[in-house]
């Protein structure tokens, strides 16, 4: 551009600073308003049809023959009624692939997750997504304050982080464990801060009957609606994770039987390492990661026909010179995406993660956070857990990270805005007005678009060399740090309605005289 | 894993210290062979075949309309008596949208481009990839030495990082401008170090007829065939940039007769940005570089029919309140998609880019890069340009840079290996023998496979935090800067017969004696 147009340019960004219609300025920050973004390309296939196929038939084989151990009592004893096999003094539990294929029919394919803000609902399945917060990490740091256990005090922070940013559209679970908080009232302080704090969708740990029920009580509270009412419309989601290989454990199994049966959502996630809990091989993993995954969508739908359930993956290699989990790489690439056509094959909602191993925000947390993206987004990922914050393979949430992450689920979601192809957007008379040579800065066309034409970065620095310079070569990292800070310093709690937040309140403060839940862990 | 477990897994990295079949342990690096990797995915279609159908559409409508200007009276002369119509007093020529269409027909979907070792040539077009070096940076910056301007012996060191990198298959051009050599000589020495350190594939830059000459009849040398050889086998490209909007200039059109007559290479790049010099609306601006990117393509059939060329995408957006040039946006990932189903429509090889606004080997570096590799990738690019060490918009060549971007390649490659789906990848047996509870690691199918089971990095660190605090908590960079100059210590040119070596020799010296090209640019 030449220097007048550049003039130009920055007088027409002092004219528009008074609103932007495709960015808001509110909240302290540029960035697109709240939304779902919704895959308008074709997933990736990874596996032909007929490979798809074998991994299922390999799954169902391992149901048949070998099955899965199911460490509770009441849950082997639904499954043998519907029709499994449980193995006469053990935990074992064989399924006929007839049962397995059939009984999952009635599984959702799409059904809505609420909010205690309506316009927070959101669609799960089909080609909606979702991306939740950072969740479960024990540690958390910043560039700051370094690393450090996790703690209430920045838990609420990151939950503020997260409501504040329209790129994070649910809470995984905790974004960090804050436990300074006794394990027995834990859940409750926890889950009253991101009731309060926050107003997106939250998530239950299955850590025991009680808990599951504290927390369906305290979102039916928040959400201001009787327990029929509840039962019929999804308000929280519980994680499920398998003890890989083919175990489900107490805890876990207690989940999908008080979730399933209040229609609530299970997202049922085996969580595999090839060569440590599962095969080496990639076809292998996945076939284990597919039979587990089945086995839980089983009981869901068992305990309730058309309750709720995600498939969800989350396969991954270890580095077999050290047994170090990782993240993002060309494995879970292709893992991620397989098991979206899998999570298709049965018609139910696909959940993937944004993840990396990586101990510093410098390039290698963001190629694999982008390259998991590219593998959760290109497998038609449904729900997106932690998108935003996630560090050292799940072992820190970072709040430089959290907006890292910002940065890239909201490139996601422009990438995935459709390219308009009509006159218009055509310009055949802007190109004829311009002509050979010309500059298309000055056009009418360009004029009456470029406000809003272009995605804006949160992070990005497109500056010259010598300005960038001149500023003290500002890095990524550094630039999420005076974010956040920025972004906290602007934070305003949602609004909630005091009758709710006092009868909220009294919940806690009853269930913590009663002495929360008893805790042997 | 378990302690005996870790042990185990590290014993047996000792064992197999000698050589293992997926990675070389050559040039000082742990990475992939040599190999061209295929998209074995189908690209992502980001517009609809009728969308594409108008862009195309649009297409013709410019050249048939508006037209575009070739500086060039020789071109001029030969496009019209080809039928294409030149306006009286003009540099404007205007095209049939028959013409067109007819014309490019002979245009190969696929050929050969040679290298001075036939173990390096590469395959352009189909589904096979192409990584090339960054190419015409004019400065060039390391961690340690800071930025300089380009100077023959960094010019060098790139030469020889690249030649080593196993994921680079060709030369962009020059990886840094070595402006300290004068330029009517500068590429006679320049390609002579391309030459002589290096045996992959090389560029022309098309700055005049005699330059062109003189870069193809090194490189006959340096292949050691005759003349007639040569002009069957392709053995150079050169990339033509129209100026945009709808100009081609001199130098550049005498590439094209130059270098398409010879059956050599044309990379026909029209430079885009959104708003600039094109329209600001994505469609408007790749009907713009789709008109341009035709033009291009019917002059090299035109001057030889069959004549190889490759359509080449560079479409990207400006920072609207700076003018600054923006990379790896979700603008130029969908133009790059959309550039890659421009040139499927026409059945001739596609060519983008890995680019990066960045001015640090950071987050943002790593992150635009990615998504660019996204774009590129599932737009089926063939041959990928500043494949390695591209910075700050093209203005930087990083040695850290061309490392961490070695990574991202060879995470690609390992991305597009295929997931093999059978009786043994499947593992049932394994995981009979393993049990619901047990672990796979022992197992003799994970012993028997896990040594190359998995992609290494190169970067990555997976360490837990505290083994990586310990060390010093290295980032990213730094440990790219380490790779570099470890590989740069263990660097050995290529063989090359001393009567090639002389002829070459003897070639450089006579021509700089002539006074090399008069330069008054």
């Known amino acids: 551009m030449t220097s007048a147009e550049t003039g130009e ?16 300025r509110n909240k302290g920050l540029q960035q697109r308003p709240w939304a779902q973004p919704r895959l308008r390309y074709p997933p990736t296939p990874v596996v032909s049809e007929d490979e798809l196929e074998l991994i299922h038939q390999a799954s ?28 006469q003094g053990s935990e074992r539990v064989r399924f006929e692939p007839d049962m397995v294929v059939e009984t999952i029919r009635t599984a959702p394919a799409t059904f809505t997750l609420h ?84 107003d997106k969708p939250i998530h239950a740990y299955s850590l025991g009957r009680q808990r599951n029920l504290d927390a369906l009580e305290m979102v039916r509270i928040a959400r201001g609606v009787d327990e029929a009412t509840l039962h019929r419309e ?6 499920i994770n398998s003890s890989s290989p083919l175990r489900l454990d107490t805890p876990m199994l207690h989940g999908i039987l008080e979730y399933s049966a209040r229609n609530q959502v299970v997202v049922m996630t085996p969580f595999m390492l090839a060569g ?9 993993a996945l076939a284990e990661q597919n039979a587990e995954a089945l086995a839980g969508m089983v009981l869901t739908q068992v305990v309730r026909p058309g309750a709720p359930v995600v498939y969800g993956g989350f396969t991954s290699n270890v580095d077999m010179r050290s047994g170090a989990p990782a993240f993002g790489t060309p494995e879970y690439m292709r893992t991620a995406m397989i098991g979206g056509q899998l999570a298709r094959r049965y018609n139910v909602p696909y959940r993937s993660s944004n993840v990396s191993a990586a101990n510093a925000v410098d390039a290698q947390a963001a190629y694999e956070s982008v390259f998991s993206l590219w593998g959760a987004i290109m497998g038609g990922v449904n729900l997106l857990m932690h ?26 979601a422009a990438f995935l805005d459709p390219v308009v192809v009509d006159d218009d957007s055509l310009a055949l008379d802007a190109m004829l007005e311009v002509g050979p040579g010309g500059h298309f800065f000055g056009a009418a066309h360009t004029q009456a678009r470029f406000r809003t034409a272009f995605h804006e970065p949160i992070i990005s620095d497109w500056r010259n060399y010598e300005t960038w310079e001149e500023a003290g070569s500002p890095e990524a990292a550094g630039k999420a740090n005076g974010i956040w800070k920025k972004l906290l310093a602007t934070y305003e709690a949602p609004p909630m309605e005091s009758d709710i937040r006092e009868e909220l309140t009294a919940f806690v403060e009853r269930r913590k005289s009663e002495g929360g839940v008893a805790t042997d862990f």
């Not at 440590?276 to 292998?284: C, D, N, S, Y």
Request: net charge negative; charged share 20%; glycine share 12%.
């Open 276 to 284: 440590a809990m599962a095969p080496v091989t990639l076809a292998g």
């Open 234 to 239: 999804p308000s929280i989601f519980t994680v």
């Open 60 to 87: 169902l084989r391992v149901l048949a023959e070998i099955g899965m151990d199911f460490l509770d009592a009441e849950a082997r004893e639904i499954l043998k009624t519907a029709g499994a096999t449980v193995e």
């Open 387 to 412: 998108g935003a914050g996630w560090m050292e393979g799940g072992l820190q949430a970072s709040y430089e990270k959290v907006i890292l992450d910002a940065e890239l689920l909201g490139m996601v």
């Open 115 to 198: 909010a205690r803000n309506p316009e927070h609902h959101l669609r799960i399945g089909g080609d909606w997504m979702a991306f939740a917060s950072v969740g479960s990490a024990p540690n958390v740091a910043d560039l700051d304050g370094g690393r450090r256990v996790g703690n209430r005090a920045d838990f609420q922070n990151l939950v503020r982080l997260c409501q504040m940013l329209n790129a994070v559209h649910l809470f995984a679970g905790y974004p960090v464990e804050p436990i300074d908080l006794h394990a027995s009232i834990r859940h409750l302080d926890a889950i009253h801060d991101l009731l309060t704090l926050a």
């Open 9 to 24: 340019a920055r007088g027409a960004a002092r004219r528009r600073s008074g609103g932007r219609s495709g960015h808001e």
